[in-house]
């Protein structure tokens, strides 16, 4: 069994319906995991998805903040949806596939501006978040499972455009990335983007700050696909939709894509 999965924070799914729906129609993956829905389940117009051919899905979601989706064309079942750092908010799905993979699907905290958790609580509960997700696949230590999610955290000096001032700016500071890596080291996790695409500057999110995202590139690699030691060599094709930054109205991430033959 082939199939494609992709990963976008969408930045609200019913404002953005039309982009998912044009991204559905134009790729067809055969599971899409959305971030950042910013919608109740019951408000999630899966009926346009459905007609699409995604039948399936299994979602978290509050009113106007955070919330977390997965589409999917292949049957799955609800299998968890954990409160990690036990912040209330709907930022984890999981849902198992026929063919027994389950996938989990993340919506980190973003950790605002200071990264200073006496100064900043948003940033103190992302630290905590990440550690839950770290104990947790500690504890839990996960088989035949991918990952994927807005993580809002560019791990590799190549994940951003300026590594040295990026130092201090939260997603790339030296405590969020040493705790991503003990994150992925927890539950031996690979990086399948990076498996497939080793060396060089890589992005999934440029700011809606930015007059012109393009041409000044200052992007990060913020969002994530990873999967268990014993799926990860059936990854492959791993892709960044970085022209889907410049569609109308869009969200400030690109979906990530790979495809697994299992």
């Known amino acids: ?6 990963t976008w924070n969408i930045n609200s799914v019913r404002l953005r319906e039309g982009l998912v729906a044009k991204l559905l129609s134009e790729e067809s993956p055969d599971v899409l995991c959305l971030q950042e829905c910013k919608s109740p ?6 009926e346009a998805f459905s007609a699409l051919g995604y039948r399936h899905m299994a979602a978290r979601g509050q009113k106007g903040y955070n ?4 589409l999917s064309k292949l049957p799955l079942k609800e299998v968890a949806a954990f409160d990690f ?3 209330g908010h709907a930022r984890h799905i999981a849902a198992e596939l026929e063919n027994g993979v389950t996938i989990h699907n993340f ?5 605002g501006d200071i990264p200073d958790r006496e100064a900043n609580e948003k940033f103190g509960q992302k630290l905590d978040f990440v550690a839950a ?3 947790w696949a500690h504890r839990e230590a996960p088989k035949k499972s991918i990952l994927v999610g807005d993580l809002n955290i560019a791990p590799r000096e190549d994940d951003v455009w300026n590594h040295k001032q990026l130092l201090k700016i939260v997603s790339h500071t030296p405590v969020e990335t040493n705790l991503l890596n003990d994150a992925i080291a927890a ?4 990086d399948v983007t990076r498996q497939d695409i080793p060396d060089g500057l890589l992005y999934s999110w440029w700011s809606y700050r930015s007059p012109d995202w393009d041409a000044a590139d200052k992007g990060r690699r913020l969002d994530h696909v990873w999967a268990t030691p014993d799926i990860s060599n059936a990854a492959h094709g791993s892709r960044v939709l970085r022209a889907a930054r410049a569609w109308e109205q869009p969200s400030d991430h690109a979906p990530v ?4 033959d299992l």
């Open 41 to 46: 389940v019951d408000k999630i117009p899966t």
């Open 67 to 70: 919330g977390v989706a997965i």
């Open 107 to 111: 919506y980190v905290p973003a950790g």
């Open 257 to 260: 894509f790979a495809t697994f």
């Open 187 to 190: 539950g031996n996790w690979v």
């Open 1 to 6: 069994m082939t199939f494609t999965l992709a």
């Open 85 to 87: 750092a036990d912040l």
């Open 133 to 135: 997700m770290r104990d």
